[in-house]
């Protein structure tokens, strides 16, 4: 019997320990927002203006850190969701633009050919207008190739492409 006296002696022990009000909360509030470390000096001021024990005072801190670290990672937490999010939003929209260009590039390139064709048939040459340049391989990064350079191009219809890209252009 001596052994669940001596135990329940123990819980009432643990019990006794008081609530802080209010006021002694808002005084320990303002400690932690000045420090969120406790010198011993410090914890024994707090204890004697609070009128606790100083292992009180030493466990609110411990627990206040607690609390200050978990609401600071959800603050970063959040913080880097919103910046994830916005990231997506951003590569989701720039793959609706390369999609879009890729579809002016496509029928641009369909017009070309269509010149071609026209040209060939009206004027007999058999060189065609060059049209590589609408068709540069978009599908590799930044890989494109151009056959531009031909020795059959020259400035005038260099500049005639260059007002049916940006005819083109304009047309969406």
């Not at 008081?18 to 707090?46: G, Y």
């Not at 916005?86 to 793959?95: D, F, I, N, S, W």
Request: charged residues 30%; contains cysteine; aromatic residues 6%.
């Amino acid at each position: 019997m001596d052994f669940f006296q001596t135990s329940s002696n123990n819980n009432r022990i643990h019990h006794n320990k008081k609530r802080l009000t209010q006021d002694q909360v808002k005084l320990l509030e303002r400690s932690f927002s000045s420090n969120n470390k406790l010198e011993p000096e410090r914890k024994l001021l707090l204890a004697k203006q609070l009128g606790i024990p100083a292992r009180q005072v030493s466990v609110w801190y411990q627990n206040k850190r607690a609390r200050w670290k978990t609401q600071s990672l959800e603050v970063g937490y959040n913080a880097l969701q919103m910046k994830l999010d916005t990231a997506l939003a951003e590569k989701r929209r720039l793959e609706k633009d390369v999609e879009r260009l890729k579809g002016e590039l496509n029928r641009a390139h369909e017009l070309c050919m269509a010149l071609n064709n026209q040209r060939q048939v009206s004027s007999g040459d058999n060189h065609p207008v060059v049209c590589s340049v609408f068709s540069s391989s978009c599908d590799q990064e930044g890989a494109a190739s151009s056959s531009l350079l031909g020795d059959h191009v020259v400035d005038r219809e260099i500049k005639e492409y260059e007002d049916l890209y940006a005819c083109l252009i304009g047309m969406q």
